[in-house]
T-cell receptor, first 113, second 113 residues
Framework: DQQVKQNSPSLSVQEGRISILNCDYTNSMFDYFLWYKKYPAEGPTFLIS?????DKNEDGRFTVFLNKSAKHLSLHIVPSQPGDSAVYFCAATDNTNAGKSTFGDGTTLTVKP | NAGVTQTPKFQVLKTGQSMTLQCAQDMNHEYMSWYRQDPGMGLRLIHYSVGAGITDQGEVPNGYNVSRSTTEDFPLRLLSAAPSQTSVYFC????????????FGQGTRLTVV
């Protein structure tokens, strides 16, 4: 039973347009959500996070939205740049379970010049 | 600061051999963890530690051992390598348990033949 799902394995957008990456979760005990970015042959790097008590968090070109009732979060990148091309992982943390994080399978974003 | 350092970067093992994947961090982080990533999948938690002397199992612990004798080091031992353990392994650390981002090493690509 996969508790964090990223249903789109890949996404392709034009430079300058908006990229929207989606993530769904099933465990209502998750209370902190993170997005990581991963380039080939490198480890994931933290991008942005959101607490379950908020519905939006913004950091420059990156905004994460959380809809708790739908158990859905999304990452918006505006404007998209070719350097944003990477695999994006959604992760959810359960602070009642030793703060362990559960990851989705990732979405490969390609931004075309 | 080096961050999280993993060695080796690549390793080929024969079935039945044992080895230790090294992980060290210089950020004085209490929380450390090991993940494996298989093709097309997200990161799955193998073992984690909330501090020196304390370790616990994650989602996929079978075939692996860990210990945490110091804050800095968190080695992962493969007891008797199997082809199913062919994967990319990532070590991560974070300042505290829960609502905080993880810092990842560059990964160890392990092939068991």
């Amino acid at each position: 039973d996969q508790q964090v799902k990223q249903n789109s394995p890949s996404l392709s957008v034009q430079e300058g347009r908006i990229s929207i990456l989606n993530c769904d979760y099933t465990n209502s005990m998750f209370d902190y959500f993170l997005w990581y970015k991963k380039y080939p042959a490198e480890g994931p790097t933290f991008l942005i996070s959101i607490s379950s008590i908020k519905d939006k968090n913004e950091d420059g070109r990156f905004t994460v939205f959380l809809n708790k009732s739908a158990k859905h979060l999304s990452l918006h990148i505006v404007p998209s740049q070719p350097g944003d091309s990477a695999v994006y992982f959604c992760a959810a943390t359960d602070n009642t379970n030793a703060g362990k994080s559960t990851f989705g399978d990732g979405t490969t974003l390609t931004v075309k010049p | 600061n080096a961050g999280v350092t993993q060695t080796p970067k690549f390793q080929v093992l024969k079935t039945g051999q044992s080895m230790t994947l090294q992980c060290a961090q210089d950020m004085n982080h209490e929380y450390m963890s090991w993940y494996r990533q298989d093709p097309g999948m997200g990161l799955r938690l193998i073992h984690y530690s909330v501090g020196a002397g304390i370790t616990d199992q994650g989602e996929v612990p079978n075939g692996y051992n860990v210990s945490r004798s110091t804050t800095e080091d968190f080695p992962l031992r493969l007891l008797s390598a199997a082809p199913s353990q062919t994967s990319v392994y990532f070590c991560a650390s974070s300042y505290e348990v829960g609502n905080t981002e993880a810092f990842f090493g560059q990964g160890t690509r392990l092939t068991v033949v």
